[in-house]
């Protein structure tokens, strides 16, 4: 399951060379042979390794998941990917915030789905509620070698999970009872109160017998920019309104913190832990191409050995980019559409929106970007 490294690079530079032929080869690694070697011999180191050397007075580390300084330990665990439910009847899902990555995606009757990624998850009493495995939250959460936490999930997904071992697994259907003895546990009897915390996802991986610590090689998932990302070529992107029709979502920048704060259902989307709104530093909206099941209302999103467009959306501006990924495990790559660059996020958590692109139906056009927030009758 764990990605080997020497494959993963080979697969990244096919994709750059496809992307961006003809483009000079501007990161090249360092050449430690020797000291004989004239200044202008020497080539730069790459300023993403610079980027993950770095370290902060008191011996924190770069996040992989937001370029964040966290604790050296927990770099170097896994991740945690969670699936979140975001129906109306769910709200407010606790412990959210401490994603560093999440996915929202369109599942079956229009509602949508929520996955967190985790590397800082230590001491927190309730995460959920957690719900359901689909397959495109599989192939997404084996793009960071996390360890996957559901409550069940469709055919399509468990054919990823148990036959092509995409993913571990915590599957909490059969882990769940009393809090501080199981994985999970129920604050009511619906489908509605199932939860996980951080002991009970320890208590999960070591009952599993899994792995807590990252394959050596590990390839972050995203580029960060050291000195910050301000888009200057982009267009102006004040306000966001998904076509997401069930939740209506919607994000606000605001300029005083250079986040985007997040509405759905008519209302702020906070934290049930802390009552904090939610907020995004980057967000990416990925336009897939989708397809139903046959014989059944499960949507599939064709991920792997695939590309599409979309955009990114930062510090109040926007770019179009588009993405690739090369195989079922592999990492989605994110590019400038005009420069064929991969891009670099700034430091933050970031939200990645699926979108309903070519197949059944295209619904990109269903979203709304206003240059300026007053244009946008929500934000008033």
Not at 96 to 123: H, L, P, Q, W
Not at 209 to 221: F, I, K, N, Q, T
Request: proline share 3%.
């Amino acid at each position: 399951m764990k990605k080997k490294l020497v494959s993963t690079m080979l697969i990244l530079s096919m994709a750059i060379s496809m992307i961006a032929c003809g483009k000079k080869d501007a990161d090249k690694d360092k050449d430690d042979s020797g000291a004989n070697q004239s200044a202008a011999d020497i080539q730069p180191v790459d300023d993403s390794v610079a980027f993950w050397e770095q370290t902060s007075e008191d011996g924190k580390v770069r996040s992989y998941l937001t370029g964040e300084f966290i604790d050296p330990e927990l770099r170097n665990q896994r991740p945690k990917a969670i699936m979140i439910e975001n129906t109306k009847a769910a709200i407010p899902q606790y412990g959210i915030e401490n994603a560093g990555i999440i996915y929202e995606c369109v599942v079956e009757g229009g509602i949508t789905r929520m996955m967190g990624i985790f590397d800082t998850y230590t001491g927190m009493d309730q995460i959920g509620n957690v719900r359901s495995s689909r397959p495109y939250f599989v192939y997404f959460a084996s793009e960071y070698d996390a360890i996957y936490t559901h409550a069940g999930g469709n055919p399509a997904a468990f054919e990823l999970i148990d036959d092509k071992h995409l993913v571990e697994n915590i599957n909490l259907l059969k882990n769940e009872g009393k809090k501080g003895v199981n994985a999970g546990y129920r604050t009511g009897k619906s489908e509605h109160t199932l939860y996980t915390y951080s002991e009970g996802i320890d208590k999960g991986i070591e009952k599993q017998g899994y792995d807590r610590a990252l394959p050596e090689g590990y390839e972050p998932h995203f580029k960060f920019a050291a000195e910050g990302n301000n888009l200057e070529n982009g267009q102006d992107c004040q306000a966001i309104q998904l076509y997401y029709y069930t939740n209506k979502p919607y994000w606000i920048y605001n300029p005083d913190d250079g986040l985007y704060y997040r509405y759905e259902y008519n209302k702020k989307q906070v934290d049930g832990l802390t009552g904090n709104q939610l907020t995004a530093k980057n967000i990416i909206i990925q336009n897939v191409e989708w397809f139903t099941y046959q014989g059944s209302q499960y949507l599939g999103y064709l991920l792997s050995y695939n590309s599409g467009a979309g955009k990114y959306i930062t510090n109040g501006k926007m770019i179009d980019i588009r993405w690739e990924k090369m195989a079922d495990t592999d990492i989605t790559h994110y590019y400038n559409a005009e420069t064929g660059e991969e891009i670099q996020l700034n430091v933050g958590n970031t939200w990645i929106q699926a979108v309903q692109g070519a197949g059944e139906g295209d619904f990109t056009d269903g979203n709304e970007y206003y240059a300026d927030k007053s244009q946008f009758s929500k934000a008033q």
